[in-house]
């Protein structure tokens, strides 16, 4: 049986995939099952930071396969020691660090901090903003502000609310069961929204005032993808230090990984935000193994001896400044950090095309580019994102502006 009808009879059909079947990578490259080569502007979804196949990963998967795969955690190991030292480093205030798998559990942490810090006074609510993604588990989709992820999983789980992402809209939402807020600083999966710097202080200050945490979810734009260890840097708040942040994707470079940190600061029961959840309050038998710990040691190192926070910057100048130059009546405009770009497109047709097609835009472009040997992820109707590996060469932005540029000259808008 070929791939696809071994997927339609075994796989639960809950993904829209792309027609591909990937094979093999190295770094921004990736071959298809026929040995078809694209450019890999996706890196997984914001994962993989150092490309494929990176030698620094294979080296310290390699050593620390054959050393220690797996405690849990009803012991101490090195690699996990060190990742939280490092990780409590990079954001610069102290704090504490929790290891699960994915970003959807590492929020389920920061939901579980934020109630079990409410508790004491009858506060469980935590606000969060309409278009935001937290992830698919029951409480992911409660917090994320989008219906369709909601949709057909009725009751939603209690405590979330969503509104606008206006100060005024959060601030009507707060109320004596409110325990935090939740805020991707740059949304993601959302269209690629940067929060303002205005929006994050004011939140900050909100949060102060009423004895509430203020959380941001680094999910996608955490660790380096914006060219800077702190996502919420690129606000322009950087001074807006929050209490807790979760992590996941770009951490391991592709190998499973997420953290939450919390921050070592008071709280009114007199013991620190760090300490709160105790032994026996929140576990996992896989989170934090040796195994994760040592690749995502050897991402961090790799991202530092390479300067790649610079080269994101560079490659992010560059990429805006040859997306604009190609000033296509399509394009609306490109927006976001570091190589955590979205191009906003209008809706158009292709030349020739006969009839809707029943695709939206950032799909119907997506598909095209797939066809001429560009991947890119869409987010939402009308914007596709460019997440190429944090050490993509200058050379390959140009081959896939040349790639968009050739494709994009075959559309014409409809308005
Ligand atoms: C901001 C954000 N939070 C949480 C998640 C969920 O992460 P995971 O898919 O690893 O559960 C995602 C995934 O796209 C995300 O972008």
Redesign the pocket.
């Known amino acids: 049986m070929t791939t696809d009808e071994l997927y339609a009879r075994h796989v639960i059909p809950s993904y829209g995939r792309f027609p591909l079947t990937l094979a093999r990578g190295a770094g921004t490259r990736v071959w298809d099952e026929d040995g078809r080569a694209y450019l890999d502007f996706t890196s997984g ?2 994962v993989n930071s150092l490309g494929h196949a990176h030698p620094a990963m294979q080296k310290a998967l390699a050593a620390q396969s054959a050393t220690l795969i797996h405690t849990s955690n009803l012991y101490l190991t090195r690699p996990q020691a060190e990742l939280a030292a490092r990780l409590d480093g990079l954001v610069g205030t102290h704090g504490k660090i929790f290891f699960s ?7 389920e942490g920061l939901y579980k901090l934020a109630r079990k810090h409410g508790a004491p006074s009858g506060r469980h609510e935590i606000i969060t903003l309409e278009g ?6 029951l409480a ?1 989709i409660a917090a994320t502000g989008q219906a369709k992820v909601k949709l057909g999983f009725e009751p939603p789980v209690a405590g979330f609310v969503n509104v606008p992402a206006t100060l005024e809209s959060v601030q009507a939402a707060v109320n004596d069961r409110t325990a935090a807020i939740l805020v ?1 600083p740059i ?3 959302g269209g690629v929204r940067p929060l303002d710097a205005g929006f994050v202080r004011g939140l900050r200050a909100l949060c102060d005032a009423h004895g509430m945490l203020l959380l941001y ?5 955490g660790l380096g993808r914006t060219g800077d260890w702190c996502g919420w840097h690129a606000t322009g708040a950087p001074e807006a230090v929050p209490d807790g942040i ?1 992590w ?2 770009g951490i391991g470079g592709g190998f ?1 990984l ?1 953290a939450f940190w919390a921050r070592d600061r008071a709280t009114a029961g007199g013991g620190s935000l760090a300490d709160l959840l105790g032994p026996g309050t929140h576990a996992t038998t896989y989170g934090g193994s040796p195994l994760a710990c040592a690749v995502a040691l050897a991402v961090l190192d790799t991202i530092e001896k390479e300067s790649l926070l610079a080269n994101t910057r560079e490659r992010s100048a560059q990429l805006r400044e040859a997306v604009t130059a190609l000033a296509s009546p399509v394009i609306r405009g490109i927006r976001g950090a570091g190589l955590l770009l979205g191009i906003e497109i209008a809706d158009f047709r292709w030349r020739g095309q006969t009839g809707p097609d029943g695709k939206t835009p950032a799909l119907r472009l997506t598909l095209k580019l797939l066809e001429r040997g560009l991947l890119v992820v869409p987010a939402g109707e009308t914007v596709i994102r460019l997440l190429p590996p944090l050490n993509v060469r200058a050379a390959e932005c140009d081959e896939a502006v040349t790639i968009l540029r050739d494709t994009l000259a075959l559309a014409e808008p409809l308005s």
Do not use: L, M, Y
């Not at 935001?132 to 588990?137: I, L, V």
């Open positions: 979804i914001a798998n994915s970003g959807a559990e590492a929020n935001s993604f937290h992830g698919r588990t992911g991707e949304q993601g999966e979810d680094e999910v996608q734009c979760s996941a994707k499973p997420g």
